[in-house]
């Protein structure tokens, strides 16, 4: 009897143990929890440790992390007639558990029947090539319009990507074809672009060649022009560099005769006989043609005659001829000089004379004088 008290009494003890455990539920942290109490939602629990009434109360887990609905390949007509595969993805999140319990029955299903349609809808707006080349604009629009519509059931579109638009064999081809002829006709373009540009840089080079080439020339002749101006001004400057020394070499040879000729005090008798001497010396000149025997020939003539006493054809009832006054040693020296110096003066005189006559020769451009 007792022992059977007992069995009954672990009976009942594990059978309240298991309607307590049955009270103790576990809410992971990425999850929520839904107390339904009688078939009725009751509250909203969040991750931990949670006691429930058994046999009255039932927990609903809500996953609330970012999923992933794979939506299959369907087939898409786009405004230009073409039949498309495409393939697309959609990322999702839950916001509100009871709604997306409650509100819909089977939230999967709800989410690939929904985007395979609004994804007929904006494929089938576009042409093939817009399709092709507007991914974006498409994951875009396909977003907006999901979170609208599953916005009611306690969820969020994250994204949409669309995997793959597979156009049939036959456009493809065509399409690779023409994609190759447009890659040809850009290279040729391209090709023909680059033979351009080479040959209008081949002809820039060449004009500035030849441009460089003739400011060379025009440089060239105008340092050329510049070096016989500079030459004709050195010759020019020379020569009357010259003239002055010869003038100033004359001036002072004509100065010193005639210091001479003063500080020797030299007497008419002398005068005349260097007269005659320097005759035949002025006669000797290149372009002298004609010798014209000046005036004053016969008076030195006569001077010279009555100072060496040959007047004796003059009348007997005359005067007689004055005598000479008799010379000093100083005087004869001082004459002596004054003749010396007179005849360097004249020799002065017909080099300056040469010289002043070659210059004007080569000045003339080298053309022979024509003798009077």
């Not at 009725?40 to 609903?60: N, Q, S």
């Not at 793959?164 to 672009?193: C, F, G, L, W």
């Not at 022009?225 to 003038?247: H, S």
């Not at 002298?288 to 005659?305: D, H, M, T, Y």
Request: no cysteine.
């Amino acid at each position: 009897m007792i022992q059977a008290l007992v069995i009954l009494v672990a009976f009942v003890a594990l059978l309240v143990l298991l309607v307590v455990v049955s009270g103790i539920k576990i809410i992971r942290p990425y999850e929520k929890g839904l107390v339904e109490r009688l078939g009725k939602y009751h509250a909203t629990v969040e991750p931990g440790l949670r006691l429930i009434v058994p046999f009255m109360d039932r927990i609903v887990k809500v996953d609330m992390r970012e999923s992933v609905v794979d939506v299959p390949p369907q087939e898409v007509i786009t405004k230009d007639n073409v039949v498309v595969s495409v393939d697309a993805v959609v990322y999702y999140e839950a916001t509100d558990p009871q709604r997306l319990v409650y509100n819909v029955v089977n939230f999967y299903l709800a989410m690939v029947k929904l985007a395979q349609t609004n994804l007929r809808n904006v494929v089938g707006d576009m042409q093939l090539d817009e399709a092709l080349t507007s991914r974006d604009t498409i994951n875009t629009q396909l977003r907006s319009i999901l979170d609208e519509a599953t916005d009611k059931w306690g969820s969020r579109v994250v994204r949409v990507e669309i995997q793959r638009i597979d156009p049939p064999q036959d456009v493809m081809h065509a399409m690779h074809e023409q994609m190759k002829a447009e890659r040809t006709r850009r290279a040729q373009v391209t090709t023909a672009s680059g033979d351009r540009e080479a040959a209008i840089a081949r002809a820039e080079g060449q004009k500035q060649a030849h441009i460089l080439e003739a400011e060379g020339r025009k440089k060239a002749n105008v340092l050329d022009a510049e070096g016989e101006a500079e030459a004709t001004r050195a010759k020019a400057d020379a020569e009357r560099f010259r003239q002055l020394t010869v003038a100033e070499g004359e001036a002072k040879a004509i100065e010193t005769v005639f210091r001479a000729i003063h500080d020797g005090a030299p007497d008419q008798q002398l005068l005349s006989y260097q007269y005659l001497q320097m005759l035949p010396e002025l006669a000797k000149g290149e372009a002298n043609k004609v010798f014209i025997i000046p005036s004053e020939f016969s008076q030195a003539l006569g001077g010279i005659a009555q100072n060496l006493g040959l007047g004796s054809g003059a009348p007997a009832n005359g005067p007689s001829p004055r005598r000479p006054a008799p010379r000093s040693p100083e005087d004869d020296l001082a004459a002596q000089k004054a003749a010396a110096d007179a005849e360097d003066a004249a020799r002065a005189s017909r080099e300056a004379s040469a010289a002043a006559a070659g210059a004007q020769q080569a000045g003339s451009g080298g053309l022979p004088r024509l003798d009077s």
